[in-house]
Protein backbone atom coordinates (compact mmCIF):
# COMPACT_ATOMS: atom_id res chain seq x y z
CA UNK A 1 0.00 0.00 0.00
CA UNK A 2 1.79 3.61 -1.00
CA UNK A 3 0.86 6.39 1.32
CA UNK A 4 1.79 10.00 1.75
CA UNK A 5 3.94 10.92 4.95
CA UNK A 6 1.92 13.11 7.32
CA UNK A 7 3.60 15.69 9.62
CA UNK A 8 5.42 17.44 6.61
CA UNK A 9 3.81 19.82 4.75
CA UNK A 10 5.10 19.77 1.48
CA UNK A 11 2.71 21.74 -0.56
CA UNK A 12 3.40 24.76 2.30
CA UNK A 13 -0.45 24.68 2.61
CA UNK A 14 -0.91 27.14 5.70
CA UNK A 15 -4.26 25.94 6.06
CA UNK A 16 -3.27 22.28 7.41
CA UNK A 17 -0.63 22.56 10.29
CA UNK A 18 1.91 19.77 10.02
CA UNK A 19 1.71 17.00 12.97
CA UNK A 20 4.03 15.88 15.10
CA UNK A 21 5.14 12.49 14.15
CA UNK A 22 6.12 10.24 17.26
CA UNK A 23 9.24 9.09 17.47
CA UNK A 24 10.33 6.51 15.47
CA UNK A 25 11.57 3.64 16.99
CA UNK A 26 13.10 1.83 14.58
CA UNK A 27 16.18 -1.24 14.76
CA UNK A 28 19.20 0.80 13.84
CA UNK A 29 19.69 0.76 10.21
CA UNK A 30 16.43 -0.14 9.24
CA UNK A 31 13.98 2.39 8.66
CA UNK A 32 10.12 1.74 9.82
CA UNK A 33 7.62 4.26 7.86
CA UNK A 34 5.64 6.01 10.27
CA UNK A 35 2.57 8.73 9.47
CA UNK A 36 1.30 7.71 6.26
CA UNK A 37 -1.84 7.98 5.26
CA UNK A 38 -3.68 6.74 1.90
CA UNK A 39 -3.33 9.41 -0.44
CA UNK A 40 -6.91 10.08 -1.55
CA UNK A 41 -7.70 10.29 2.60
CA UNK A 42 -5.36 12.76 2.66
CA UNK A 43 -6.92 15.05 0.39
CA UNK A 44 -10.01 14.64 2.25
CA UNK A 45 -8.55 15.32 5.60
CA UNK A 46 -7.15 18.20 3.77
CA UNK A 47 -10.46 19.55 2.65
CA UNK A 48 -11.77 18.79 6.07
CA UNK A 49 -9.22 20.12 7.97
CA UNK A 50 -9.81 23.49 5.78
CA UNK A 51 -13.46 23.84 6.14
CA UNK A 52 -12.81 23.11 9.83
CA UNK A 53 -10.36 26.04 10.15
CA UNK A 54 -12.74 28.29 8.23
CA UNK A 55 -15.82 27.06 10.97
CA UNK A 56 -13.35 28.16 13.57
CA UNK A 57 -12.54 31.36 11.63
CA UNK A 58 -16.67 31.85 11.83
CA UNK A 59 -16.82 31.31 15.57
CA UNK A 60 -14.42 33.77 16.13
CA UNK A 61 -16.21 36.65 14.35
CA UNK A 62 -19.13 35.53 16.54
CA UNK A 63 -17.62 35.78 19.75
CA UNK A 64 -16.25 39.40 18.16
CA UNK A 65 -19.51 40.16 16.91
CA UNK A 66 -20.61 38.88 20.83
CA UNK A 67 -23.50 36.29 19.18
CA UNK A 68 -26.15 34.79 21.44
CA UNK A 69 -24.41 32.07 23.18
CA UNK A 70 -26.49 29.21 22.30
CA UNK A 71 -25.53 29.91 18.16
CA UNK A 72 -22.09 30.15 19.60
CA UNK A 73 -22.42 26.66 21.31
CA UNK A 74 -24.38 25.15 18.39
CA UNK A 75 -21.06 26.04 16.14
CA UNK A 76 -18.81 24.80 18.62
CA UNK A 77 -20.50 21.42 18.69
CA UNK A 78 -20.11 21.49 15.11
CA UNK A 79 -16.47 21.58 14.93
CA UNK A 80 -15.75 19.10 17.64
CA UNK A 81 -18.05 16.65 15.89
CA UNK A 82 -15.85 17.39 12.11
CA UNK A 83 -12.67 16.95 13.76
CA UNK A 84 -13.74 13.87 15.50
CA UNK A 85 -14.59 12.66 11.92
CA UNK A 86 -10.52 13.51 11.30
CA UNK A 87 -9.75 11.43 14.15
CA UNK A 88 -11.81 8.68 12.75
CA UNK A 89 -10.29 8.69 9.02
CA UNK A 90 -6.80 9.25 10.66
CA UNK A 91 -7.34 5.81 12.82
CA UNK A 92 -9.09 3.98 10.01
CA UNK A 93 -5.61 4.35 7.88
CA UNK A 94 -3.31 3.57 10.93
CA UNK A 95 -5.08 0.65 11.39
CA UNK A 96 -5.35 -0.09 7.64
CA UNK A 97 -1.35 0.38 7.24
CA UNK A 98 0.24 0.40 10.50
CA UNK A 99 -1.09 -1.76 12.41
CA UNK A 100 -2.10 -4.70 9.55
CA UNK A 101 1.45 -4.07 8.65
CA UNK A 102 3.21 -5.14 11.63
CA UNK A 103 0.40 -8.08 12.43
CA UNK A 104 0.88 -9.25 9.22
CA UNK A 105 4.95 -9.06 9.53
CA UNK A 106 4.86 -11.72 11.41
CA UNK A 107 6.92 -10.50 14.42
CA UNK A 108 5.32 -10.79 17.47
CA UNK A 109 6.68 -8.14 19.43
CA UNK A 110 6.34 -5.62 17.03
CA UNK A 111 2.80 -6.65 16.14
CA UNK A 112 1.99 -6.71 20.32
CA UNK A 113 3.73 -2.92 20.32
CA UNK A 114 1.43 -1.82 17.36
CA UNK A 115 -1.58 -3.36 19.01
CA UNK A 116 -0.89 -1.45 22.22
CA UNK A 117 -0.10 1.95 20.56
CA UNK A 118 -3.45 1.10 18.75
CA UNK A 119 -5.05 1.15 22.10
CA UNK A 120 -3.38 4.17 23.93
CA UNK A 121 -4.04 6.44 20.79
CA UNK A 122 -8.05 4.99 20.64
CA UNK A 123 -7.93 5.71 24.59
CA UNK A 124 -6.90 8.94 23.74
CA UNK A 125 -9.43 9.73 20.81
CA UNK A 126 -11.80 9.09 22.65
CA UNK A 127 -11.40 11.21 25.36
CA UNK A 128 -11.76 14.53 23.12
Known amino acids: ?41 KEKLRHRLRRIEGQVRGLQRMVDEEAYCVDVLTQVASVVSALEKVGTLVLKDHVEHCVRESIEGGDRQKADEKVEELTAAVERFLRV
Open 1 to 41: MVGVEVGVDRNNDPGVAPAEAPAAEASEGAATPHGYIKKGD
